[in-house]
């Protein structure tokens, strides 16, 4: 009996002793952590990426309308959001607001002479300019106007890894270039509310739809 459980006692001893290891055991244990983190640094990079492409869109659609001198209706609006889709590529809806403020010395406060959205994004409102926009629009001299572009792109991860469905938001804020004012519909006087008429049908309370 002492024999054996001599016997016993090297064969325990000498097998912590060893460092060989069965490499496929090891593998098949770190390999789905090792898929997993790779697909995750995946996605959250193509999320990045996506975010970085809908922002670059944005300063793009923003530009257009600040070199515009002429008019603009509710089609150019729409066909903007189109460049929108072209430029982010993206198989989900995406939505787009323009938006036209001025400075008012007396008031201190930036004013809103007309907004439109497009695909059932509601126009914004004079008391969400007072609320949450005033400390995002930069400072403006009297009277002075400004493009608000504002840009929303909905992104789903093809793979469930922990990142959940996200809309992704970009505004823009730009001066007009070559006009004192972007004008919609027609071009009226700088405190008179907003320049279109709601009760008009034109599309602006469309359902968001895939592109």
Same mark, same amino acid.
């Given at each position: 009996?002492?024999?054996?459980?001599?016997?016993?006692?090297?064969?325990?001893? $000498?097998?912590?002793?060893?460092?060989?290891?069965?490499?496929?055991?090891?593998?098949?244990?770190?390999?789905?952590?090792?898929?997993?983190?790779?697909?995750?640094?995946?996605?959250?990079?193509?999320?990045?990426?996506?975010?970085?492409?809908?922002?670059?869109?944005?300063?793009?659609?923003?530009?257009? #309308?600040?070199?515009?001198?002429?008019?603009?209706?509710?089609?150019?609006?729409?066909?903007?959001?189109?460049?929108?889709?072209?430029?982010?590529?993206?198989?989900?809806?995406?939505?787009?607001?323009?938006?036209?403020?001025?400075?008012?010395?007396?008031?201190?406060?930036?004013?809103?002479?007309? $907004?439109?959205?497009?695909?059932?994004? #509601?126009?914004?409102?004079?008391?969400?300019?007072?609320?949450?926009?005033?400390?995002?629009?930069?400072?403006?001299?009297? $009277?002075?106007?400004?493009?608000?572009?504002?840009?929303?792109?909905?992104?789903?991860?093809?793979?469930?890894?922990? #990142?959940?469905?996200?809309?992704?938001?970009?505004?823009?804020?730009? $001066?007009?270039?070559?006009?004192?004012?972007?004008?919609?519909?027609?071009?009226?006087?700088?405190?008179?509310?907003?320049?279109?008429?709601?009760?008009?049908?034109?599309?602006?309370?469309?359902?968001?739809?895939?592109?």
């Amino acid at each position: 009996m002492k024999i054996a459980l001599h016997y016993l006692k090297r064969a325990c001893a $000498s097998y912590a002793r060893r460092t060989e290891g069965g490499l496929s055991v090891e593998a098949i244990l770190m390999f789905p952590m090792l898929a997993w983190a790779y697909m995750g640094m995946y996605f959250f990079f193509d999320a990045y990426r996506q975010q970085n492409i809908n922002l670059k869109a944005a300063y793009t659609v923003s530009d257009m #309308l600040s070199r515009e001198v002429d008019v603009i209706y509710w089609k150019d609006i729409e066909g903007l959001n189109r460049v929108l889709d072209f430029l982010t590529a993206s198989a989900n809806p995406t939505q787009i607001r323009v938006s036209v403020v001025y400075f008012d010395a007396d008031t201190d406060r930036h004013m809103l002479v007309w $907004s439109r959205g497009t695909r059932g994004k #509601l126009d914004l409102t004079q008391n969400q300019i007072n609320d949450s926009y005033s400390d995002q629009i930069p400072i403006m001299a009297d $009277s002075d106007t400004a493009i608000l572009v504002e840009t929303w792109a909905y992104y789903e991860p093809t793979v469930n890894i922990g #990142l959940s469905d996200v809309t992704f938001d970009n505004m823009i804020v730009t $001066s007009p270039r070559f006009a004192p004012q972007l004008c919609y519909e027609v071009c009226g006087e700088l405190g008179s509310g907003s320049a279109h008429d709601d009760n008009t049908d034109d599309g602006a309370n469309e359902e968001p739809t895939s592109t």
